[in-house]
Protein backbone atom coordinates (compact mmCIF):
# COMPACT_ATOMS: atom_id res chain seq x y z
CA UNK A 1 0.00 0.00 0.00
CA UNK A 2 1.31 3.59 -0.85
CA UNK A 3 1.30 5.92 2.48
CA UNK A 4 0.86 9.93 0.86
CA UNK A 5 2.52 11.94 4.08
CA UNK A 6 3.58 15.06 1.53
CA UNK A 7 2.23 16.42 -1.51
CA UNK A 8 5.56 15.79 -3.11
CA UNK A 9 5.13 12.34 -2.55
CA UNK A 10 1.94 12.50 -5.28
CA UNK A 11 4.36 14.62 -7.21
CA UNK A 12 6.74 11.46 -8.01
CA UNK A 13 4.37 9.36 -8.25
CA UNK A 14 3.05 11.12 -11.39
CA UNK A 15 6.27 11.94 -12.83
CA UNK A 16 7.69 7.91 -12.12
CA UNK A 17 4.90 6.72 -14.86
CA UNK A 18 5.92 9.87 -17.31
CA UNK A 19 9.69 9.65 -17.43
CA UNK A 20 11.78 7.05 -19.30
CA UNK A 21 15.26 6.39 -19.61
CA UNK A 22 16.64 9.12 -22.43
CA UNK A 23 14.12 11.38 -21.56
CA UNK A 24 14.94 14.99 -21.12
CA UNK A 25 13.58 16.91 -18.18
CA UNK A 26 13.53 20.40 -16.30
CA UNK A 27 13.47 20.97 -12.88
CA UNK A 28 12.63 25.03 -12.90
CA UNK A 29 13.61 25.42 -9.39
CA UNK A 30 16.23 23.50 -8.65
CA UNK A 31 16.20 24.43 -4.49
CA UNK A 32 17.62 21.48 -2.45
CA UNK A 33 18.18 19.37 -5.40
CA UNK A 34 15.50 16.75 -4.36
CA UNK A 35 13.64 17.03 -7.75
CA UNK A 36 16.94 17.10 -9.74
CA UNK A 37 18.26 14.09 -8.15
CA UNK A 38 15.26 12.27 -8.87
CA UNK A 39 14.65 13.44 -12.56
CA UNK A 40 18.37 12.75 -12.89
CA UNK A 41 18.05 9.06 -11.68
CA UNK A 42 14.97 8.82 -13.88
CA UNK A 43 16.02 9.91 -17.26
CA UNK A 44 19.11 7.40 -16.68
CA UNK A 45 22.42 7.59 -19.07
CA UNK A 46 21.41 8.63 -22.08
CA UNK A 47 18.70 11.28 -20.42
CA UNK A 48 19.08 15.10 -19.48
CA UNK A 49 17.92 17.25 -16.74
CA UNK A 50 17.83 21.10 -16.57
CA UNK A 51 17.71 22.69 -13.60
CA UNK A 52 17.33 26.32 -12.40
CA UNK A 53 17.69 28.75 -9.78
CA UNK A 54 18.64 32.48 -8.92
CA UNK A 55 20.91 31.18 -5.46
CA UNK A 56 23.68 29.88 -5.75
CA UNK A 57 23.71 28.01 -2.85
CA UNK A 58 20.97 26.20 -4.06
CA UNK A 59 22.23 24.95 -7.02
CA UNK A 60 25.61 23.79 -4.53
CA UNK A 61 23.53 22.05 -2.52
CA UNK A 62 22.24 20.48 -6.00
CA UNK A 63 25.73 19.37 -7.28
CA UNK A 64 26.78 18.01 -3.67
CA UNK A 65 23.56 15.47 -4.06
CA UNK A 66 24.19 15.16 -7.33
CA UNK A 67 27.86 14.59 -7.02
CA UNK A 68 27.22 11.98 -4.38
CA UNK A 69 25.47 9.39 -6.53
CA UNK A 70 28.04 10.35 -9.57
CA UNK A 71 25.12 11.99 -11.79
CA UNK A 72 26.52 15.75 -11.71
CA UNK A 73 27.50 14.27 -15.57
CA UNK A 74 23.93 14.61 -16.81
CA UNK A 75 22.72 17.33 -15.70
CA UNK A 76 23.31 20.99 -16.66
CA UNK A 77 22.59 24.03 -13.81
CA UNK A 78 21.65 27.15 -14.14
CA UNK A 79 22.28 30.07 -11.87
CA UNK A 80 19.23 32.34 -13.68
CA UNK A 81 15.71 32.63 -12.94
CA UNK A 82 13.02 30.17 -14.72
CA UNK A 83 11.84 32.85 -16.59
CA UNK A 84 14.79 32.57 -19.05
CA UNK A 85 13.42 29.18 -19.61
CA UNK A 86 13.67 28.83 -23.19
CA UNK A 87 16.92 30.41 -23.31
CA UNK A 88 18.55 27.57 -21.99
CA UNK A 89 16.45 24.74 -22.76
CA UNK A 90 15.45 24.26 -26.79
CA UNK A 91 14.64 20.07 -26.91
CA UNK A 92 11.07 18.90 -26.16
CA UNK A 93 10.59 18.26 -22.72
CA UNK A 94 8.92 15.22 -21.01
CA UNK A 95 8.22 16.49 -17.25
CA UNK A 96 8.77 20.29 -16.05
CA UNK A 97 8.84 20.30 -12.25
CA UNK A 98 8.21 23.48 -10.53
CA UNK A 99 8.21 23.43 -6.73
CA UNK A 100 7.43 27.14 -5.66
CA UNK A 101 8.63 29.37 -2.68
CA UNK A 102 11.96 29.81 -0.90
CA UNK A 103 14.94 27.65 -0.49
CA UNK A 104 14.24 25.52 2.88
CA UNK A 105 16.71 26.65 5.29
CA UNK A 106 17.17 30.29 3.35
CA UNK A 107 15.77 33.46 3.49
CA UNK A 108 12.49 33.55 3.27
CA UNK A 109 12.58 37.23 1.65
CA UNK A 110 13.75 35.25 -1.42
CA UNK A 111 10.71 33.24 -3.01
CA UNK A 112 9.54 32.57 -6.67
CA UNK A 113 7.28 35.81 -8.24
CA UNK A 114 3.76 35.34 -9.52
CA UNK A 115 5.15 36.82 -12.96
CA UNK A 116 8.35 35.33 -12.85
CA UNK A 117 6.66 32.14 -12.08
CA UNK A 118 3.96 32.13 -15.22
CA UNK A 119 6.53 33.61 -17.62
CA UNK A 120 8.20 30.27 -16.84
CA UNK A 121 5.26 28.26 -17.25
CA UNK A 122 4.32 29.98 -20.42
CA UNK A 123 7.68 28.94 -21.98
CA UNK A 124 7.47 25.31 -20.26
CA UNK A 125 4.13 24.68 -22.30
CA UNK A 126 5.95 25.38 -25.05
CA UNK A 127 8.38 22.91 -24.42
CA UNK A 128 6.13 19.96 -23.71
CA UNK A 129 6.01 17.09 -25.73
CA UNK A 130 2.55 15.68 -26.33
CA UNK A 131 1.54 13.45 -22.97
CA UNK A 132 4.36 15.27 -21.09
CA UNK A 133 3.38 16.93 -17.35
CA UNK A 134 4.06 19.78 -16.19
CA UNK A 135 3.91 19.98 -12.17
CA UNK A 136 3.48 22.76 -9.82
CA UNK A 137 3.83 22.74 -6.16
CA UNK A 138 2.27 25.61 -4.50
CA UNK A 139 2.64 26.56 -1.11
CA UNK A 140 -0.15 29.08 -0.17
CA UNK A 141 1.00 28.85 3.51
CA UNK A 142 2.98 31.77 3.30
CA UNK A 143 2.60 34.86 1.91
CA UNK A 144 4.11 35.40 -1.38
CA UNK A 145 2.87 31.56 -1.94
CA UNK A 146 -1.00 32.60 -1.11
CA UNK A 147 -0.69 35.50 -4.07
CA UNK A 148 1.55 32.92 -6.51
CA UNK A 149 -1.96 30.23 -6.04
CA UNK A 150 -4.52 33.44 -6.45
CA UNK A 151 -2.39 34.54 -9.43
CA UNK A 152 -1.80 31.20 -11.45
CA UNK A 153 -4.83 29.20 -10.45
CA UNK A 154 -7.53 31.21 -12.66
CA UNK A 155 -4.83 30.81 -15.85
CA UNK A 156 -4.40 26.97 -15.03
CA UNK A 157 -8.11 26.46 -15.30
CA UNK A 158 -8.33 28.42 -18.70
CA UNK A 159 -5.58 25.87 -20.39
CA UNK A 160 -7.76 24.91 -23.68
CA UNK A 161 -9.42 21.36 -22.88
CA UNK A 162 -8.34 20.97 -26.54
CA UNK A 163 -4.41 21.20 -25.75
CA UNK A 164 -4.46 20.11 -21.82
CA UNK A 165 -5.95 18.50 -19.10
CA UNK A 166 -5.55 20.42 -15.99
CA UNK A 167 -5.57 18.27 -12.35
CA UNK A 168 -5.46 20.02 -8.86
CA UNK A 169 -4.53 18.31 -5.77
CA UNK A 170 -5.17 18.99 -2.31
CA UNK A 171 -4.63 17.08 0.69
CA UNK A 172 -7.72 18.46 2.14
CA UNK A 173 -7.59 17.05 6.13
CA UNK A 174 -4.58 19.30 7.19
CA UNK A 175 -4.31 22.41 8.49
CA UNK A 176 -2.31 25.53 8.33
CA UNK A 177 -2.38 25.67 4.30
CA UNK A 178 -0.26 22.94 3.41
CA UNK A 179 1.32 22.66 -0.52
CA UNK A 180 -0.95 21.79 -3.14
CA UNK A 181 -0.36 20.33 -6.36
CA UNK A 182 -1.33 21.12 -10.04
CA UNK A 183 -0.11 18.73 -12.53
CA UNK A 184 -1.12 20.11 -16.61
CA UNK A 185 -0.48 17.09 -18.95
CA UNK A 186 -0.31 18.20 -22.60
CA UNK A 187 -2.65 16.00 -24.55
CA UNK A 188 -1.72 13.69 -27.43
CA UNK A 189 -3.31 14.54 -29.71
CA UNK A 190 -1.90 17.79 -30.42
CA UNK A 191 -3.12 20.44 -33.07
CA UNK A 192 0.78 21.31 -33.55
Not at 22 to 30: F, I, K, L, S, Y
Not at 68 to 92: A, C, D, F, I, M
Amino acid sequence: MIKIKQITEITHLLVVEKLREGDRAVDATAGNGNDTLFLAEKVGPAGWVHAFDIQEEALNNTLEKLSKKGLQNRVSLHLTGHEYLLQYVQEPISVIMYNLGYLPGSSREITTKCDTTLESIKQALKLLLPGGLVTIVLYPGHPEGAEEKKYLLPYFADLSTSDYTVAHYKLINQGHNPPELVVIQKNLFDKQ
